[in-house]
């Protein structure tokens, strides 16, 4: 007894010195030294020994505030390709907190306008500008995405311009941080070597256009909704797919908000979150579709309300079939090429 109080009272004194000793200026500079050091000689964590389809969820929540989760974006990336599904707020900051390699960006697929879609096309641009992306960034999108680009475009003319007279035309030519729009109508397919995209109609009216993307790479496959109900162009898509990653909507958490809501009298409230039920995916409509269709993966995201705590996912998960889960932000998916495997991991 007497030793273990011994050690104990020993470790507090260490950690007492050590946290006084980061009053030291001499201490809070060497520790600076080592742990910038540290941090500039990282690369990034993306690292493709054999072919695969990557997928890392940079975002799973939606308009309603979840403070642990930015909304809606996914990055999709195999040895030769890199891509981005929308970029809602948040989703940057895990970007490159997992040091994904955004120098080699080649664009960003946008579903629909909503703004948690498209509220960070800039930080992706300006982010992936700054680490020397080599080419315009395309946005790419249904009909309407010439008019988000132009706007960003006229928008942030003057941050460009700063920018570029700040630290000189060699580091960031101004013409690379002009965004680039690129149109595909429903049925078409952008083919970039062995990476094939193909765009598929949503479901999320009244909001017009909405679609979905189909990603195929040597013989894997993934399938990104967007916000949508599920509907037979859902079915059509998922046919022997690897992974969908598909809006999802709690009806029972969603309900509780909406009386509660009622009952405290927060009638714009009650009327916004009622809205909200009929343009979303069912967590039981994603059951259905599981049990009905020969996908091997469903991930849920764009979570309408993203779970909060414990409870709130327990009732997320309420009857998920064991090939379904709840997506968290850096949450990686790895499709090996040649294989039926699907690795899920988080940063």
């Known amino acids: 007894m007497y030793k273990l109080v011994t050690i104990l009272v020993a470790l507090m004194i260490i950690f007492t010195l050590s946290v006084a000793s980061l009053e030291i200026a001499s201490v809070q500079d060497l520790l600076m030294r080592y742990l910038t050091k540290a941090a500039m000689s990282q690369t990034s964590e993306v690292v493709h020994e054999k072919k695969a389809l990557k997928v890392f969820v940079c975002g799973t929540s939606s308009p309603i505030p979840s403070p642990d989760r930015a909304q809606s974006c996914i990055a999709v990336l195999t040895p030769e390709h890199f891509y981005i599904v929308d970029s809602g707020a948040g989703s940057t900051d895990n970007l490159i907190s997992s040091r994904l390699p955004t120098d080699r960006l080649q664009g960003l697929f946008i579903t629909h306008f909503h703004s948690d879609h498209i509220a960070e096309i800039p930080e992706v641009n300006l982010n992936s500008w700054i680490q020397g992306r080599a080419e315009p960034l395309k946005i790419i999108g249904p009909p309407g995405i010439e008019k988000i680009v132009t706007g960003l475009n006229m928008a942030y003319a003057l941050d460009r311009q700063y920018r570029t007279e700040h630290h000189g035309t060699d580091l960031l030519p101004p013409t690379l941080g002009v965004l680039k729009a690129r149109t595909l109508s429903i049925g078409e397919v952008l083919q970039d070597g062995d990476l094939r995209v193909t765009v598929f109609q949503a479901d999320h009216a009244p909001v017009q256009p909405a679609v979905g993307y189909k990603f195929e ?15 037979e162009h859902t079915y059509q898509m998922v046919e022997g797919a690897d992974l969908l990653l598909h809006d999802a909507l ?3 958490t969603l309900s509780h908000l909406i009386e509660a809501a009622a009952a ?3 009638s714009r409230n009650e009327k916004i979150l009622s809205d909200v ?13 599981g049990e009905q269709s020969n996908v091997r993966m469903v991930a849920y995201y764009h979570l309408v309300p993203a779970p909060r705590n414990i409870l709130m996912q327990k009732i997320f998960e309420r009857d998920l079939p064991k090939n379904h889960l709840i997506a968290k932000d850096k949450m990686w998916f790895d499709l090996p090429a040649g294989s039926k495997e699907i690795i899920v991991s988080e940063d």
């Open 277 to 289: 039920l009929d343009y979303h995916a069912w967590t039981s409509s994603l059951r259905e579709l």
């Open 217 to 231: 790479y040597q013989g894997r496959s993934l399938v990104i909704s967007g916000d949508s109900r599920v509907t």
């Open 264 to 266: 405290a009298g927060l």
């Open 250 to 252: 709690s009806e029972p």
